[in-house]
């Protein structure tokens, strides 16, 4: 079939671009990473640990050769002796071997590679490949792996210590001790899994003269790039990444997963090798931070906030990735969008014998969000005043210094509180229901912070034949970067966005980016992308006025540009590069964070954080079947500041679609270990939420910056850690009971209310 | 190895394939036919629908020597000009801007799809409760609620009458 442009349905301003690659997404011509197929592959398959922690006696795999069409099992003891793969690698600890070669640590963890002529060969040669492991004690729960006696993971981590940090601003307990009211409590989350659709997927060729390509589902290409640079001992440059779009990421692919895999697989086959997840895989290969978070919040009778104290236990998994700095992340987001003189706050990764954690949507942030939300609302119950009213006395304003010790501008939470309430008709008495159903509402805010420092590059290319296109590394994974790209470059250019191309991602053409995550692209990659349409425009109003000075600048208008000559002369794009002699015509831009941007003092954690901080509120109603503990969502409504807006309706499926993701973690979902093992690895025992559990009610608030100069804010996580603390707000507001241990299951539900131990007071 | 033959989008088409192959694997790897996708592996997540001689199925759950002399149509199925349901059903899912990640999208329209052409009176809620089973982890449900109906209209079946 030809798509001419009758077929092309709808006939909105960004027609073509936008409305092009809707189409493709809705008929299914749209390419994902998983698309992607190399001619001539291999297919790799992993051979996991089946014991949580152990170490290695023996692996034979003279079994596995014999099946027809395997044509290598890569070890990790092979590894280990090979000089030119490095031993161990890691972003913050080099704590993680590619295979596991002495130790294993948690159950599927890849301890060797089938590598196939297809996969089904290599799945079923992977089942006979006999790993032999004296088991260890183990440890799962966090807060056990911090006790004297608990087993160790990692030699050189005897406390299984994975991120340390302490934030001290005034002096929170003296302030504690003055204060009129005292309350605290304890809250609990589990690890969760991203379960993007799209499982993770890579493909690795080594080149004859040495050179690394890979073409994998990741949130981080540069990072990627570095890694297996670092890990196979090649400059950057010998190493190309590039990256189709992501069927949904929210963390899952930021950092090296199997990347080095699939390039151990091609080395030893000479062929590309490709290496796509099962379902119970993904299970084993990410997964969001279990945490424990112990919030003293000391206020006024009339209900000022005076003081917080927040003690944090993340649960880092059994490699280090990231969380040894992003522990400190978490731990300044903690106390919460709130005006508190006095702040202390104390955080903790450790390792423990499970999944490796990672950012996951909302990273280290929901964890402490269901923490000081449900606190604001048990205090506010202390204090008999509505949560609402609390809420709308402390929330941060512009000038109020937060717990880092930053003077906040730019504060909306004022506003976002009241949308989000408006949003589900705050003071409106629920409706007629049955008995055994309890309605209440509830509501809670956030605060996130971007990454910083960070980077973002982008170059736009016109070339000969008047074509505008986006170079750009950020990932496009269903958030809409890439059309956000386009819109920014065309309305600086002046030209229609679906004349503006945004290209797919290779590291040997598209320029350098941090990562494509904490909601940073609108904001950095936007900015590089609107200065590199502007470096353009520069580059083609000098070809437009060569030869003239004093010529007054050119107008532009769809590829054109209409100069002075004295009359009015219309110039194509394409005719003026033709003029010139050039095929191409390259504009650039670069966004760097400020310097000294994110370097905090490392005994206060005082400092600039972030170059922009993410403001969020979620209201919602529930009805709660006190037959059943069955809770059901039925309005939720989701309020975020947009900063300077690309597009209101991308925001919008931002916002709610944040809030129904966000629903799974608060309701369903819990990865449950027995032992060290997964007992759900599967999206049947691990349910996520349906179109049927999405509440009948979505709605939103975008609350926009109308300055022209403003820079945009993220809006990607805003409404996914306040589900939480909202949905158990609103469950105590309709029955009473208040339960801090995620998830509010039926059963928990039902079990708080016939216990009046956890009842409030 | 077996020799299986169906109609695939209107055309006859031949694979010889393991007795174990699911007709997931077939569409993907051999027959390049990438709007079905694989997901969740045991048939909770609807992101693999196929139609199956006209009724919506989980294709990572059905062998494809099962299919042997039957009608498949995937999403990419290219009826536009001669289904009217088809071109609506598009047209809907575009005009709602019904996708973010859009993996799981092309699998639902196809299933909305598929039940409109068994039963054109169906209503949004109906159309809803059949949704159960296609997942969206982006949570893009609001718009493919707003699709649903652009579709069929927000009245009920009965003349805007709902069950409780």
């Known amino acids: 079939m030809t798509d001419d442009a009758t077929t092309y349905p709808g006939r909105e301003p960004l027609a073509r671009r936008m409305t092009a690659d809707a189409w493709d997404r809705v008929i299914g011509r749209f390419g994902f990473a998983v698309d992607r197929r190399i001619e001539g592959s291999a297919h790799a398959f992993a051979v996991r640990s089946s014991v949580p922690h152990g170490t290695i006696t023996a692996i034979d795999s003279n079994e596995a050769k014999t099946v027809p069409g395997v044509l290598a099992v890569i070890t990790g003891p092979d590894v280990r002796v090979d000089p030119s793969v490095a031993t161990t690698h890691g972003e913050t600890r080099q704590d993680q071997p590619v295979l596991a070669f002495d130790k294993v640590r948690y159950v599927g963890e890849p301890v060797a590679l089938v590598v196939a002529e297809t996969r089904t060969a290599a799945e079923d040669a992977a089942a006979?490949?006999?790993?032999?492991?004296?088991?260890?004690?183990?440890?799962?729960?966090?807060?056990?792996?911090?006790?004297?006696?608990?087993?160790?993971?990692?030699?050189?981590?005897?406390?299984?210590?994975?991120?340390?940090?302490?934030?001290?601003?005034?002096?929170?307990?003296?302030?504690?001790?003055r204060a009129e009211v005292v309350h605290r409590a304890t809250y609990r989350s589990p690890a969760a899994n991203h379960a993007p659709m799209e499982p993770h997927v890579a493909t690795a060729a080594w080149l004859p003269d040495g050179r690394l390509e890979v073409w994998t589902s990741t949130q981080a290409p540069y990072p990627v790039r570095r890694r297996l640079a670092e890990i196979f001992g090649l400059a950057e440059d010998r190493v190309r990444v590039c990256v189709d779009p992501l069927g949904g990421g929210f963390g899952s692919k930021l950092d090296l997963r199997l990347e080095a895999l699939v390039a151990l697989g091609s080395r030893a086959v000479r062929r590309p090798v490709r290496m796509e997840l099962r379902r119970d895989e993904v299970f084993v290969t990410s997964a969001k931070h279990a945490a424990t978070v112990t919030i003293t919040t000391g206020a006024d009778r009339d209900g000022t906030l005076r003081a917080r104290i927040v003690d944090i236990v993340y649960n880092g998994g059994a490699y280090a990735l990231s969380t040894p700095r992003s522990t400190r992340t978490g731990m300044i987001r903690s106390p919460g969008p709130y005006a508190i003189p006095d702040v202390l706050c104390r955080v903790v990764g450790r390792y423990t014998n499970t999944v490796p954690a990672g950012p996951f949507r909302g990273a280290m942030t929901g964890q402490v969000c269901w923490a000081h939300e449900s606190a604001t609302d048990e205090l506010a119950a202390l204090l008999g005043m509505d949560p609402l009213e609390l809420r709308m006395r402390n929330v941060l304003r512009d000038g109020d210094l937060f717990a880092t010790g930053e003077a906040m501008h730019g504060m909306r939470y004022r506003e976002l509180v009241d949308a989000a309430a408006k949003g589900v008709d705050w003071d409106a008495d629920a409706g007629p229901t049955r008995p055994e159903l309890a309605r209440g509402k509830g509501m809670a805010v956030v605060l996130k912070s971007t990454r910083t420092p960070s980077r973002s590059e982008a170059h736009i290319v016109l070339d000969a034949t008047g074509r505008v296109t986006v170079r750009t590394s950020t990932v496009e994974m269903g958030q809409g970067a890439h059309a956000s790209m386009a819109q920014l470059a065309a309305a600086r250019l002046e030209m229609p966005a679906d004349d503006v191309l945004v290209s797919t991602i290779d590291t040997h053409r598209t320029p350098f980016d941090t990562t494509t995550s904490s909601s940073r692209s609108t904001l950095t990659m936007g900015t590089a992308v609107e200065r590199a349409a502007d470096d353009l425009r520069r580059r083609i109003d000098e070809l437009a006025t060569a030869g003239r000075p004093g010529t007054a600048a050119p107008t532009h208008s769809n590829g054109a540009v209409t100069v002075a000559l004295p009359e009015p002369t219309v110039l194509r794009y394409e005719d003026l590069l033709a003029g010139a002699g050039l095929d191409e015509l390259v504009g650039t831009g670069c966004y760097q964070s400020p310097p000294g941007a994110g370097e905090m003092d490392p005994e206060t954690t005082q400092g600039m954080h972030t170059v922009s901080w993410h403001q969020g509120a979620v209201a919602v109603e529930v009805e709660v079947d006190v037959e059943t503990g069955r809770v059901r969502v039925l309005r939720a409504h989701g309020a975020s500041f947009a900063g300077r807006a690309v597009d209101e309706r991308r925001i919008r499926?931002?916002?709610?679609?944040?809030?129904?993701?966000?629903?799974?973690?608060?309701?369903?979902?819990?990865?449950?270990?027995?032992?060290?093992?997964?007992?759900?690895?599967?999206?049947?025992?691990?349910?996520?939420?349906?179109?049927?559990?999405?509440?009948?009610?979505?709605?939103?608030?975008?609350?926009?910056?109308?300055?022209?100069?403003?820079?945009?804010?993220?809006?990607?996580?805003?409404?996914?850690?306040?589900?939480?603390?909202?949905?158990?707000?609103?469950?105590?507001?309709?029955?009473?009971?208040?339960?801090?241990?995620?998830?509010?299951?039926?059963?928990?539900?039902?079990?708080?209310?016939?216990?009046?131990?956890?009842r409030t007071p | 190895m077996t020799s299986v033959e169906f109609r695939l989008n209107g055309a006859q088409v031949a694979f010889d394939v393991a007795g174990r192959e699911t007709l997931l694997e077939t569409l993907r790897d051999t027959a390049g036919t990438t709007s079905v996708r694989y997901c969740c592996g045991i048939g909770v997540c609807g992101t693999c629908t196929v139609l199956l001689d006209a009724l919506p199925v989980s294709s990572c759950l059905l062998l494809t020597v099962m299919v042997d002399g039957r009608d498949v149509v995937t999403a990419e199925g290219a009826d536009v000009r001669h289904s009217p349901v088809t071109r609506r059903v598009r047209d809907a899912f575009v005009d709602a801007q019904a996708y973010q990640c859009s993996y799981c999208i092309p699998a639902i329209a196809l299933t909305v799809r598929g039940l409109l052409q068994q039963d054109p009176e169906m209503d949004a809620d109906e159309l809803k409760t059949a949704l159960g089973g296609n997942l969206c982890r982006c949570g893009s449900y609001p718009q493919v609620l707003d699709a649903v109906r652009r579709l069929v209209g927000t009245s009920g079946r009965r003349g805007g009458e709902q069950d409780g």
């Open chain 1, 653 to 758: 499926k931002q916002t709610e679609g944040g809030m129904i993701f966000g629903l799974g973690q608060v309701l369903m979902e819990e990865v449950v270990y027995d032992d060290g093992q997964v007992m759900n690895p599967n999206l049947s025992d691990y349910q996520i939420p349906s179109i049927l559990d999405a509440p009948e009610r979505v709605g939103s608030t975008v609350l926009t910056d109308p300055d022209p100069d403003a820079h945009p804010h993220g809006v990607g996580e805003n409404t996914v850690p306040p589900m939480a603390p909202a949905i158990a707000n609103a469950i105590c507001a309709a029955t009473g009971v208040r339960i801090r241990d995620l998830p509010l299951t039926p059963e928990k539900v039902l079990r708080a209310i016939h216990e009046p131990a956890v």
């Open chain 1, 128 to 177: 006979l490949v006999d790993v032999e492991i004296a088991e260890l004690d183990l440890v799962v729960d966090h807060e056990l792996a911090g006790q004297p006696g608990a087993p160790v993971l990692h030699e050189a981590w005897p406390d299984n210590e994975c991120g340390t940090w302490t934030l001290r601003h005034g002096d929170a307990e003296a302030a504690m001790a």
